[in-house]
């Protein structure tokens, strides 16, 4: 079956360091979407990439979609406290089917 | 503002009792989705249903069932507890045919003692 794996598990990061999440599909994806989960919270929908090497921003976030759309990554620049939590990407293979999500990156940011 | 709501925060239930985990979603989404998160593991699917009375396995179906009888609600059900499914379950909705992100509830947390 499909799987998505995401890297790292963990990261800990001063407050004002950039942080970087990767996630990888073994099959070409639809479209993948990225998640954030504040501690003790759910998983909230932050943004979905379709297009070969889409590149969206969002304040201090910038998510990619490789060309290949196999891979998409994270950057967050100048991490704040706020920033903390895990984060998850989630691949669909056909557009309108189901998402597989990938392991998660948690994010602990010291001030 | 679209709301998914979960029954419960925290429950507490016996090896062998049948458990039946609720969830309601206000925005009429065709689709909703049956989730566990577990340290290390992420999310899993466990069901999912496109619409009323539809329901398709997920990744991890074993130890469980689903009923959803009316658009707005989709219930999972354990028939018989066990301490393997402790775990924290999330309910998720979305509206069908259209990419956008699901939606999800703010969980149970289901202790198997």
């Known amino acids: 079956g499909q799987q998505v794996m995401q890297i790292p598990q963990y990261q800990h990061v001063q407050e004002g360091e950039d942080f970087t999440t990767y996630c990888n599909s073994s099959?070409?994806?639809?479209?993948i979407q990225w998640y954030k989960q504040r501690p003790g919270g759910h998983p909230v929908f932050l943004i979905q990439?379709?297009?070969?090497?889409e590149v969206k921003k969002q304040k201090r976030l910038t998510f990619q979609f490789g060309e290949a759309k196999k891979n998409s990554s994270l950057h967050i620049t100048a991490t704040q406290t706020t920033d903390v939590g895990t984060y998850f990407c989630a691949g669909m293979i056909r557009a309108g089917n189901m998402l597989t999500f990938g392991g998660g990156t948690r994010l602990m940011v010291k001030p | 503002d679209v709301k998914v709501t979960q029954s419960s925060r925290y429950l507490v239930k016996r090896t062998g009792e049948k458990v039946f985990l609720e969830c309601v979603q206000d925005m009429d989404h065709e689709n909703m989705f049956w989730y566990r998160q577990d340290p290390g593991l992420g999310l899993r699917l466990i069901y999912f249903s496109y619409d009323v009375k539809m329901k398709e396995k997920g990744d991890i179906p074993e130890g469980y069932s689903v009923s959803r009888e009316k658009k707005e609600r989709f219930s999972l059900i354990l028939e018989s507890a066990s301490t393997n499914q402790t775990s924290m379950y999330l309910c998720?909705?979305?509206?069908?045919?259209?990419?956008?992100?699901?939606?999800f509830g703010s969980g149970t947390r289901l202790t198997v003692v």
């Open positions: 990439l379709v297009k070969s090497g």
């Open positions: 099959t070409t994806l639809s479209n």
């Open positions: 998720a909705s979305r509206i069908q045919g259209v990419n956008y992100g699901y939606t």
